[in-house]
């Protein structure tokens, strides 16, 4: 690996694994109610188990201290200090899950509405299971006075399993409000095309039941990016066949399909192989339609009529498609549930890298993307720009594997982000063992106090020197404090501002042959 050259305040952190899967949660910090916190989650691994390599899932929490009102009758400690000065406003923990021999290769983060338990939820797509965790954010209770605090652990919540041989790539949650209930719904996509919507229903205390509703069927290979419409009605994904697709969450209907392309609207279209050219007799020269790879989509506003996605193929540059909803078609026979299908009207295609992308991710507000290229570099892209405003250049050694963007608009302050000096933007991981957080900010707003110099240490030689010459050095300097005296008393006329003048010559005379060199008739060592 080379030497990283990363400015501050963005900053690189080494893992000891491969990382595959990320997601970033976070609510502002509220000093009345002390519930904000922002919780990163990295999945990954380099193998199973049984060679040394462990496959986990490793979740950093930092959080408002909700002990931070009992500080006056509470113990001491980082995870029970109050307002007062001594004490930190917000507590950080580092929780580790294994996963066994199976790789984890997507993660979300969530916080239900009517959470009771105090937990942010975690959906692990592990294998054919999916697996949801509760990460406490508070430190567990305190087994007694000079002990040491109980370790924190996830706890699991529920499973399932989405069908053998399907393979969960990704994951993510949306809360539906059908008539007069909040529902908690979670759609996975899945690594053969498929995309799979449950319902969460609470069974225990700390037990919940995955639901199957339904299995939306019409991608024809593996899933990329998955998200749900604003309004939960409607899940949107794309995949590695080109298109991104709509699907009702009610019942699975196909309500409309994207097809991307990558190539410069304004320029001639790609030129399409012929039969001829598609059967040869040699498979290497075999001319196939280049295949796209539609990495990220996203609904870009709260009415779930603008629709983003991001393609580019396995060389060249990447395109962002700006898609806007139209009014929905009356055509076509509406489907049992009564759904219909949408139309769509493509803005713009614009190119949003030089190489192509390798993950994405859309901030809280809605205008700006985070990408994450092939060469390992990173780049946060303004939507009403559209141009790149901030290019970290090949900070990860291998292609990016995975991106998030900050949960929530700058402006507001995530836990530990007033006392750190500095907003981070994005996150990204790759197979490289790194982690990297990334900001705009081009310094943190807090002044790091500098260290006073410490006495630089002499080396042995210095030493070893110092005690031959400091004995000759102390009699050079008497010497020097003699002559100066004698200087003063015997050649105090040669040395008056109007002799220098005109007879600069007498006073160099005087030193050397009264002072520093005497005749030998005048040397005399025995007192009259």
């Not at 993307?369 to 939507?383: A, H, K, P, R």
């Amino acid at each position: 690996m080379g030497k990283l050259k990363i400015r501050p305040p963005s900053k690189v952190d080494f893992l000891t694994f491969p990382v595959f899967g990320l997601t970033w949660f976070g609510l502002p910090s509220n000093p009345t109610k002390n519930d904000g916190c922002s919780v990163i989650a990295y999945c990954g691994g380099g193998g199973s188990s049984k060679t040394g390599v462990l496959n986990k899932i490793v979740v950093l929490v930092t959080a408002d201290n909700h002990n931070i009102n009992d500080s006056v009758g509470g113990s001491g400690g980082e995870g029970s200090a109050g307002a007062s000065s001594s004490g930190p406003t917000f507590i950080s923990k580092q929780i580790e899950i294994s996963t066994g021999e199976a790789l984890c290769f997507g993660v979300y983060t969530f916080k239900p509405y009517n959470d009771t338990l105090n937990m942010v939820r975690l959906i692990a797509c592990i294998g054919d299971e999916i697996l949801m965790y509760g990460i406490p954010l508070s430190y567990s209770s305190r087994q007694g006075e000079g002990e040491d605090e109980k370790k924190d652990e996830a706890i699991l919540l529920g499973k399932t399993n989405v069908g053998k041989g399907y393979g969960a790539n990704v994951t993510t949650y949306s809360a539906i409000h059908t008539n007069g209930q909040l529902i908690d719904c979670v759609a996975v996509g899945c690594e053969n095309g498929t995309v799979i919507i449950y319902h969460l229903n609470q069974v225990g205390p700390q037990s919940f039941e995955f639901t199957k509703v339904t299995e939306c069927q019409g991608h024809t290979k593996s899933i990329c990016a998955i998200n749900f419409h604003p309004r939960g009605t409607q899940v949107l994904s794309s995949a590695k066949d080109g298109t991104a697709r709509i699907f009702s969450t009610n019942n699975g209907y196909e309500l409309g399909v994207l097809k991307c392309e990558v190539h410069d609207p304004n320029g001639p279209p790609p030129a399409q192989p012929t039969p001829g050219t598609m059967k040869t007799k040699d498979p290497r020269m075999m001319k196939r339609p280049p295949q796209i790879l539609v990495r990220g989509c996203a609904y870009g506003d709260l009415e779930g009529k603008i629709i983003y996605t991001i393609a580019s193929g396995k060389r060249g540059p990447a395109y962002l498609t700006k898609w806007r909803t139209l009014v929905p078609l009356n055509k076509s026979p509406q489907p049992p549930s009564g759904d219909e299908p949408l139309s769509f009207n493509q803005d713009y295609r614009i190119q949003c890298s030089p190489v192509p992308i390798s993950a994405t991710a859309l901030s809280s507000d809605g205008t700006m993307f985070t990408l994450g290229s092939v060469e390992g570099s990173m780049l946060l892209y303004n939507l009403e720009n559209k141009k790149i405003v901030k290019e970290f250049k090949e900070v990860h050694d291998l292609p990016v594997t995975c991106v998030a963007s900050r949960p929530v608009p700058n402006m507001l302050m995530l836990p530990g982000e007033l006392e750190g000096g500095v907003n981070f933007d994005a996150v990204s991981a790759s197979a490289d063992n790194r982690l990297g957080q990334w900001t705009l900010q081009k310094k943190s707003r807090v002044k790091t106090p500098k260290e006073p110099k410490s006495a630089r240490q002499m080396s042995t030689l210095e030493v070893w020197l110092w005690e031959i010459l400091r004995i000759p050095l102390l009699l050079l300097f008497l010497l020097i404090i003699v002559s100066v005296k004698e200087t003063a008393e015997i050649c105090k006329e040669e040395f008056s501002l109007d002799r220098l003048v005109l007879a600069p010559g007498n006073a160099g005379h005087c030193l050397y042959r009264e002072v520093l060199w005497a005749d030998q008739s005048r040397v005399n060592f025995i007192p009259e």
